[in-house]
């Protein structure tokens, strides 16, 4: 099954955060998305104006509210920056990987991919 077709899972701060072997396979699924302090996701849509990562982010918001599970947000001319990252265990999740599949795809279905696509 593929990230993008889960559901992410509300954490109760029980689980431990995945480890670099663990969230390896996950991150091959995904596009021009990287791994920083192997603790938070992180991807960037670039673009030639404002309107375009202004409407990416109000879609991810949409898919945020449905999912329960909240990215950061960073909108400027020309770029939308996302960070995903389980806060309560200050680490990576299954659900982060599967925020992010479906941020990817909810980009190329509403033409929203940007230049490095």
């Known amino acids: 099954m593929s990230l993008a077709t889960?559901?992410?899972?509300?954490?109760?701060?029980a689980v431990k955060p995945l480890t670099r072997a663990e969230f390896q396979p996950f991150l091959g699924e995904l596009k021009n998305w990287t791994v920083?302090?192997?603790?938070?996701?992180?991807?960037?849509?670039?673009?030639d104006n404002?309107?375009?990562?202004?409407?990416?982010?109000?879609r991810i918001a949409d898919l945020a509210e449905e999912q329960q599970h909240h990215p950061d947000l960073?909108?400027?001319?020309?770029?939308?920056?996302?960070?995903?990252?389980?806060?309560?265990?200050?680490?990576?999740?299954?659900?982060d990987f599967v925020?992010?599949?479906?941020?990817?795809?909810?980009?190329?279905q509403n033409g929203l991919n940007d230049q490095n696509n």
Do not use: Q
């Open 74 to 95: 960073l909108v400027r001319w020309g770029e939308l920056k996302i960070d995903i990252w389980t806060h309560k265990i200050d680490g990576l999740t299954e659900s």
């Open 36 to 47: 920083e302090n192997d603790k938070k996701l992180v991807r960037s849509f670039k673009y």
């Open 50 to 58: 404002f309107v375009k990562p202004m409407r990416l982010a109000k």
């Open 6 to 13: 889960k559901k992410c899972i509300p954490c109760t701060g």
């Open 99 to 108: 925020l992010a599949a479906k941020i990817d795809e909810c980009a190329t």
